[in-house]
């Protein structure tokens, strides 16, 4: 047999194509170093993907195989292995990312007890096993670290969304970035804030209109004859004219989900938001993102402080690479500077006249700032481009703001009660 587990179809053009998509991850990220065979890959993606893969008996396994044999009953019988399982388990996106991860760590151990260049072929055989053994445990720590933001990516792709709507984004085509953005320390910290958001995803509602075209949620009583129920047409024409004045026809319930624009988030990161303030507003704008999804709005952000910073739009759609950039944006982004809501307010103002989006827009504005406001600039062009303004002022007051916005809701306490409110606002 080609490979070291049982019941493995390795002849298999599903079961190659998997351990190939490991192999070129892996000589991606590691810049064509990693040279590993094909079977040490299938075994090594089927180990992290299956729930009880076994290994076949030892005196089946050739010469040739030994080393990998040794290898994958040390993965298998590591604690940290065990707790990889929780990420990849039946989850072919995080096995085959992981296993690519895998194979550039174990690479770059067994490099390293060489003492040689990193551009050398892998091969197990090369190594005795006290080294394989220590290598193994060694990559595992690395793979297990990664693993937890891999499942906080997923966490943050899939929580805004309701169930049978499609929860998982294909991030393998961006898998070299995802790996490199799961090993940042920048990132690791940016995503422990998703401790901070509670689950949400029934609290969100898509705005919606009874329409004569929408989808069916029931029946009800009423007089709009277009969502008439065909069975009432039974009725004589002077029963059915007294149930029409008196409002009783039986009718479709049906309802159209409302046209809305974007869903704008604008950041205070002035000096003064340094420590849990931020790191609470970079939370909120988390949960505000998986909000635009359960709506399926296009979201938007941006940072501020004496000026506008890059801005970030993630479509409706939902590609992989805008995920990655709102990341990797949120994690680069330190407190620092002064503050101007007004420009900060205008600049989204014309970022929303810019699109294309129809229907009413919001932004968001969370700030801790008592910046004075230009209060007639600002709102008329709030007026002009057909937008809400909800402020979310941070441990402070501010009179103009509150004057300008359609919601303005303090936060005296950084707390997940606190970012309910405000996604819901």
């Known amino acids: 047999m080609p490979g070291v587990l049982k019941g493995i179809r390795y002849e298999d053009p599903l079961v190659i194509y998997r351990g190939e998509k490991v192999l070129d991850i892996a000589h991606k990220l590691s810049k064509g170093a990693v040279k590993a065979d094909l079977d040490l890959a299938i075994d090594i993606y089927y180990s992290m993907y299956l729930p009880l893969p076994i290994l076949a ?19 298998l019988k590591s604690n940290d292995f065990k707790d990889i399982k929780r990420y990849t388990l039946v989850n072919s996106l995080v096995s085959t990312l992981l296993s690519a991860s895998f194979l550039q ?63 998982v ?20 910290k940016l995503l422990e804030v998703i401790s901070w958001i509670p689950k949400m995803v029934e609290k969100f509602k898509r705005r919606t209109t009874k329409s004569s075209k929408g989808e069916l949620q029931g029946y009800e009583l009423g007089s709009d004859v277009e969502r008439l ?7 004589p024409e002077i029963y059915l004219d007294m149930k029409i004045s008196e409002g009783k026809l039986l009718l479709y319930d049906k309802l159209l989900p409302e046209s809305q624009g974007p869903l704008y988030v604008l950041v205070d990161k002035s000096g003064s938001m ?61 407190s620092g500077g002064g503050t101007d809501i007004t420009k900060a307010l205008v600049t989204a103002c014309d970022d929303i006249k810019c699109g294309s989006s129809k229907g009413i827009s919001d932004i968001i504005l969370i700030t801790d700032g ?23 002022m941070i441990m402070g007051e501010n009179k103009d703001l509150r004057s300008l916005s359609s919601k303005y809701l303090r936060v005296v306490k950084l707390s997940q009660k606190e970012i309910i409110k405000v996604a819901e606002a």
């Open 229 to 235: 129920v065909p069975t009432e047409l039974i009725y």
């Open 169 to 188: 984004l294909d991030l393998e085509e961006d898998a070299e970035d995802v790996l490199r953005m799961a090993r940042s320390a920048d990132v690791r």
């Open 274 to 334: 340094e420590g849990d303030k931020i790191k609470w507003a970079k939370a909120t704008a988390i949960a505000l993102f998986m909000r635009s999804r359960r709506e399926r709005r296009d979201y938007y952000i941006r940072f501020f402080d004496g000026s506008p910073h890059q801005l970030v739009r993630i479509s409706k759609r939902l590609r992989g690479s805008e995920v990655l950039s709102f990341i990797d944006y949120l994690a680069r982004v330190k």
């Open 105 to 167: 760590h174990l690479h770059e151990e067994l490099t390293f007890s060489k003492g040689v260049e990193g551009n050398e072929p892998l091969n197990p055989e090369d190594a005795d096993d006290n080294t394989l053994k220590k290598a193994v445990s060694n990559a595992l720590k690395h793979v297990k670290e990664e693993g937890e933001v891999l499942r906080n990516i997923e966490k943050m792709l899939s929580d805004g969304i309701e169930a049978g709507k499609g929860t």
């Open 370 to 392: 008592e910046d004075r406001i230009s209060e007639h600039l600002v709102r008329r062009k709030l007026k002009v481009v057909g937008v809400r303004l909800v402020t979310v």
């Open 57 to 75: 008996p030892h005196n089946a396994v050739p010469q040739n195989k030994v080393k990998n044999y040794l290898l994958i009953n040390e993965l």
